[in-house]
């Protein structure tokens, strides 16, 4: 019997064709929706957790200034080479340890120029920041000690001064210094926040505070913990340290952050997370939208055959045999909408993160979800128009115009 319902079903459904392609609309825009958010949401999040550890897991920033009230950046005294000395030399859970001091400057090379970053610092920068150099070499131990003029450029610069010329031994204009290129880093490209990781170029620390910066400040320490499981003991160290070096009295707030990206990346994690469950749950509200549109057609359907379910009563067929009919192509055509929105959704996302060179990830429970939730929508909102028509009375039914 269930054969035979589900054939008269899909016959009705081909009778009415371009009106059963309109009903399921709904659906397929629903599941299409909620299978697109969420495979979208969850791309941004593996991107931005990848881009985070692509920096280092166990990395930490070091920085003058409090992200709570208190002293500003602005205010607060800047950081300098004995706290970094300090840090290397106190902090048991300490790797590696790179100073930095950043400014934005005008680098020319022959009749080309580029405003970019500037960051003095050692080699240690280049292995907790995770650059690696494609040409030529990091800094010597000369160089750093004496703050020879020499820089490493990004990708970014390389191209925008040298296009496809070999920049190694070149001398270049950083400010109003000579700089001699003495190596180039690898690209990293575009960062999800829409920064360019390339665009700018490294000199040691030495270098950059005597000719760039005129001063021996320090903007921020990168500091990579010995392992992931030790970050935190890291920050609490340093923080420890960094408390009694600046004289910050108990119970006062500090006046330098310490950065996790751990933490950070956990956070982010977070929000996206929510982010995607917030619009995974608006695209669901289109389900039940199709699902009152499949309400809608299936009572107009049971007016429309009323004298045929008249017939069906007349010559012997129960009222539950006809609330199956009704309720079999109302799931019917939600079904169908089921189906064609899943590959909606997907095709749609894949389109969507190639097009935002995200990871396209496929989740199988969002999509056996999506799937079973337009079945009950159809089972739901079919229920009763199939109930009415199983509830007509025969001989009224049959004198029906």
């Given at each position: 019997?269930?054969?035979?319902?589900?054939?008269?079903?899909?016959?009705?459904?081909?009778?009415?064709?371009?009106?059963?392609?309109?009903?399921?609309?709904?659906?397929?825009?629903?599941?299409g929706?909620?299978?697109?958010?969420?495979?979208?949401?969850?791309?941004?999040?593996a991107?931005?957790?990848?881009?985070?550890?692509?920096?280092?897991?166990?990395?930490?920033?070091?920085?003058?200034?409090?992200?709570?009230?208190?002293?500003?950046?602005?205010?607060?005294?800047?950081?300098?080479?004995?706290?970094?000395?300090?840090?290397?030399?106190?902090?048991?859970?300490?790797?590696?340890?790179?100073?930095?001091?950043?400014?934005?400057?005008?680098?020319?090379?022959?009749?080309?120029?580029?405003?970019?970053?500037?960051?003095?610092?050692?080699?240690?920068?280049f292995?907790?920041?995770?650059?690696?150099?494609?040409?030529?070499?990091?800094?010597?131990?000369?160089?750093?000690?004496?703050?020879?003029?020499?820089?490493?450029?990004?990708?970014?610069?390389?191209?925008?001064?040298?296009?496809?010329?070999?920049?190694?031994?070149?001398?270049?204009?950083?400010?109003?210094?000579?700089?001699?290129?003495?190596?180039?880093?690898?690209?990293?490209?575009?960062?999800?926040?829409?920064?360019?990781?390339?665009?700018?170029?490294?000199?040691?620390?030495?270098?950059?505070?005597?000719?760039?910066?005129?001063?021996?400040?320090?903007?921020?320490?990168?500091?990579?913990?010995?392992?992931?499981?030790?970050?935190?003991?890291?920050?609490?160290?340093?923080?420890?340290?960094?408390?009694?070096?600046?004289?910050?009295?108990?119970?006062q707030?500090?006046?330098?952050?310490?950065?996790?990206?751990?933490?950070?990346?956990?956070?982010?994690g977070?929000?996206?997370?929510?982010?995607?469950?917030?619009?995974?749950?608006?695209?669901?509200?289109?389900?039940?939208?199709?699902?009152?549109?499949?309400?809608?057609?299936?009572?107009?359907?049971?007016?429309?055959?009323?004298?045929?379910?008249?017939?069906?009563?007349?010559?012997?067929?129960?009222?539950?045999?006809?609330?199956?009919?009704?309720?079999?192509?109302?799931?019917?055509?939600?079904?169908?909408?089921?189906?064609?929105?899943?590959?909606?959704?997907?095709?749609?996302?894949?389109?969507?993160?190639?097009?935002?060179?995200?990871?396209?990830?496929?989740?199988p429970?969002?999509?056996?979800?999506?799937?079973?939730?337009?079945?009950?929508?159809?089972?739901?909102?079919?229920?009763?128009?199939?109930?009415?028509?199983?509830?007509l009375?025969?001989?009224?039914?049959?004198?029906h115009?």
């Amino acid at each position: 019997m269930i054969w035979a319902t589900l054939l008269m079903a899909l016959r009705e459904i081909r009778r009415n064709t371009m009106r059963s392609i309109l009903t399921t609309l709904g659906i397929v825009i629903g599941v299409g929706s909620v299978i697109a958010m969420v495979t979208l949401g969850r791309g941004a999040t593996a991107k931005i957790t990848a881009e985070i550890s692509n920096m280092g897991t166990n990395l930490l920033i070091v920085m003058p200034g409090s992200d709570r009230r208190g002293p500003t950046s602005a205010s607060a005294p800047p950081l300098k080479i004995d706290d970094v000395k300090a840090i290397e030399r106190e902090v048991s859970a300490v790797d590696k340890v790179a100073p930095t001091a950043s400014r934005a400057a005008l680098i020319v090379y022959g009749n080309k120029n580029w405003n970019t970053g500037v960051t003095g610092s050692n080699n240690e920068f280049f292995t907790v920041r995770r650059y690696a150099i494609e040409r030529g070499a990091s800094f010597s131990d000369a160089q750093l000690l004496s703050g020879a003029p020499v820089c490493v450029l990004g990708a970014t610069v390389r191209k925008e001064l040298f296009g496809q010329g070999d920049p190694l031994g070149a001398a270049i204009r950083v400010g109003a210094v000579s700089c001699t290129v003495v190596g180039v880093l690898a690209s990293k490209g575009m960062s999800t926040f829409g920064s360019d990781q390339d665009d700018f170029l490294v000199m040691p620390l030495a270098a950059f505070q005597r000719r760039v910066a005129g001063n021996y400040d320090i903007g921020a320490v990168f500091v990579s913990a010995t392992s992931d499981k030790l970050t935190t003991k890291a920050k609490q160290q340093i923080e420890a340290l960094m408390r009694e070096r600046r004289r910050i009295a108990p119970g006062q707030l500090n006046d330098f952050r310490v950065q996790d990206m751990k933490e950070i990346s956990d956070t982010l994690g977070s929000v996206t997370g929510a982010l995607t469950a917030l619009l995974g749950g608006i695209a669901a509200v289109s389900l039940l939208v199709g699902g009152i549109g499949i309400m809608n057609i299936m009572l107009v359907s049971v007016t429309e055959r009323t004298r045929e379910i008249g017939v069906r009563l007349a010559i012997g067929a129960r009222g539950g045999e006809v609330l199956l009919q009704f309720l079999v192509e109302a799931i019917t055509l939600s079904t169908l909408g089921g189906m064609l929105g899943i590959v909606f959704g997907l095709a749609i996302s894949y389109v969507a993160t190639r097009a935002l060179k995200m990871p396209f990830m496929v989740l199988p429970d969002i999509v056996v979800i999506a799937f079973a939730f337009s079945a009950t929508v159809g089972v739901a909102f079919g229920f009763l128009p199939a109930r009415k028509a199983s509830r007509l009375n025969p001989i009224d039914a049959l004198r029906h115009e």
